[in-house]
Each structure stands twice: as C-alpha cells, then as structure tokens.
C-alpha cells in the first residue's frame, strides 16, 4: 500500500471481513463469556456510542449483543487510518452545529435580518475554502489537501474568524 486511500479502503475491508468471521464464530456453551466491548465498537463504528457503552449506557434501541466471541481487527495503521471512516461526518455536523449556533447567537444580539445575512456570510466563507481545497487536489493536482482531523479543525475555525469579521461589518451596518 502506497497511498492514503490504499489504506482506508484496507482497513474498511479488513472490517467487513472481520464481520463476516465473527458471525460464522459460535459460542461454546460450557463457557461464559460476555461479548465485551470491543465487540459492540466493531459493530457500530460510532466512537460516541462505544463510550457510552464503555461507562454503561444502554442504547436507545435496546438491543443486545449477540451470543458470539469477539472478532476485531487490528494493525499497526489502524490506529491512524481510523479517523478517515467517519471525519466526513464529523466534519458536516461540526459545520451545521455551528452554523446553527451562529444564527440563534447573532438573532438573540440583534434582529433576523442581520442574522441571516451573517450566517450566510460565513457559509460562503466556509463554502469557498472548501472549493479552493478541491481547487488544490482535483485541478492543480500536486498539492494534496488530505481531509483529516487537522482540515476538520481549520474549517470548523473558519467559521469563528467568519464570524469576527461579518458580525463588525454586520453590526455597523445596523447603526
């Protein structure tokens, strides 16, 4: 494996694998073994509900783990190459949370108007870096923008320098 897309799609098909395996597994019967932890985070791929799972919350949906030994897959790029499954959700719910943040926080200081237009200022704020970081990887092509955690966090802190300025601008326009 070369690239960083070598090594995701192997982890993703390393899981599926894994997956498979763990179904054909059958419990023994003169042993008592709880499916642990492990297991419940290779079915669900949420670190969020592994941690709550972890502290002994139960889910929403009542359901139980099967009756069936612990499968998981492990290499030494796993640990790394982990984020890539799920940042893209990471990155749309961290963006909608702030946009909704930024609307409800400006409405409460001043009025709609002004909301609106700030909270579309710093959408297209958001929406332009995205399309110049496309611009890099697809059109100039030798300058790889990759997404991982670090690209989460300066777009995530895209929308706070948006902010800074277009609330001045906005709240001056308003006097």
């Known amino acids: ?4 897309k070598d090594f995701i799609s192997a982890l993703v098909e ?8 763990q179904t054909k597994l059958t419990q023994r019967k003169d042993v008592n073994v709880k499916p642990s932890i492990v297991n419940n985070y290779t079915k669900t791929h949420s ?8 502290i002994g919350v139960k889910s929403q949906d009542g359901d139980e783990a099967p009756d069936v030994p612990s499968v998981f897959c492990y290499s030494l790029f796993y640990v790394y190459y982990d ?9 749309s719910q961290d963006v909608m949370l702030g946009i909704v943040a930024i609307f409800v926080s400006i409405q409460i200081l001043s009025s709609i108007q002004i909301s609106v237009f700030i909270t579309f200022c710093v959408f297209l704020t958001f929406f ?16 790889p923008v ?3 955690a670090i690209f989460v966090v300066n777009l995530v802190t895209s ?6 300025f277009c609330n001045h601008i906005g709240m001056n326009f308003m006097r």
């Not at 670190?47 to 972890?54: C, D, G, M, T, V």
């Not at 929308?159 to 800074?164: I, M, P, T």
């Open 1 to 4: 494996m070369k690239y960083q």
């Open 14 to 21: 390393t899981r599926k694998t894994t997956e498979i395996y």
């Open 47 to 54: 670190p969020i509900k592994w941690f709550l799972e972890a």
């Open 83 to 91: 984020q890539y499954t799920y940042i893209t959700g990471v990155l």
């Open 128 to 143: 332009e870096l995205m399309g110049f970081m496309w611009l890099l990887n697809q059109v100039l092509g030798g300058y």
């Open 146 to 148: 990759e997404q991982n």
């Open 159 to 164: 929308l706070g320098f948006g902010v800074e």
